[in-house]
């Protein structure tokens, strides 16, 4: 059953900490993406990755990095958390070019800064 | 505006009705549309693509597609309370490095026994 993993299930971190959220997906998608969710304002793009080492900045990438080293793995680094961080954070993988296909979503990660 | 714009809801429908989500997009270069199914507290789950204009059923889900409107839909024919989740709609402008979706903010369903 192909799927995306997402290591943690619920984090609880202190602010300050430095958090790193992974993610590995065993379909061989060249994309890779993180995303957070909160109520109201739905999916927003953190990052994104297209190929090994490459990244681009999504739509809310400020407090954020990112690291690709091999194709099937993708992490988020919160280099310094604090409370607005708090959130349900969703990896994702797709194919580049077949057509556009669809996302396949990891089961996520409920953060918690305190 | 909005890229993509769904009505938030709740969409509140019998069981047994028809559920009719509509999708709205700004970018007439969008190639691939695609509807998730989220449940509260879990992830998106794909349920629908579709890429040329017209009809495409799969089971009791048909999404239909109007690129010169520039419109998606998604109807939900003999509506189930499992089928209770909120519906997000994705559009796709597939980009020579990338293949990145844009997604709306979702509509909650409601189904009532």
């Known amino acids: 059953d192909v799927k995306v993993t997402q290591s943690s299930r619920y984090l609880v971190k202190r602010t300050g900490e430095k958090v790193f959220l992974e993610c590995v997906q065993d379909m061989d998608h060249e994309n890779m993406f993180w995303y957070r969710q909160d109520p109201g304002l739905g999916l927003r793009l953190i990052y994104f990755?297209?190929?090994?080492?490459?990244?681009e900045k999504g739509d809310i990438p400020e407090g954020y990095s990112v690291s690709r080293e091999k194709k099937e793995r993708f992490s988020l680094i919160l280099e310094s958390a604090s409370t607005n961080q708090t959130s349900m954070y969703l990896c994702?993988?797709?194919?580049?070019?077949?057509?556009?296909?669809?996302?396949?979503f990891g089961s996520g990660t409920r953060l918690t800064v305190v | 505006q909005k890229e993509v714009e769904q009505n938030s809801g709740p969409l509140s429908v019998p069981e047994g009705a028809i559920a009719s989500l509509n999708c709205t997009y700004s970018?007439?270069?969008?190639?691939?549309f695609f509807w998730y199914r989220q449940y509260s507290g879990k992830s998106p789950e794909l349920i629908m693509s579709i890429y040329s204009n017209g009809d495409k059923e799969d089971g009791r889900f048909t999404a239909q597609l109007n690129k010169a409107s520039q419109y998606v839909s998604l109807l939900i024919r003999d509506s189930q309370p499992s089928d209770s989740a909120t519906y997000l709609c994705a559009v796709n402008r597939i980009k020579a490095a990338g293949n990145k979706l844009t997604f709306g903010g979702g509509t909650r369903v409601l189904v009532k026994p």
């Open positions: 994702a993988s797709s194919f580049r070019d077949r057509g556009g296909g669809g996302y396949t």
């Open positions: 970018d007439r270069g969008s190639q691939s």
């Open positions: 990755s297209y190929d090994v080492k490459m990244k």
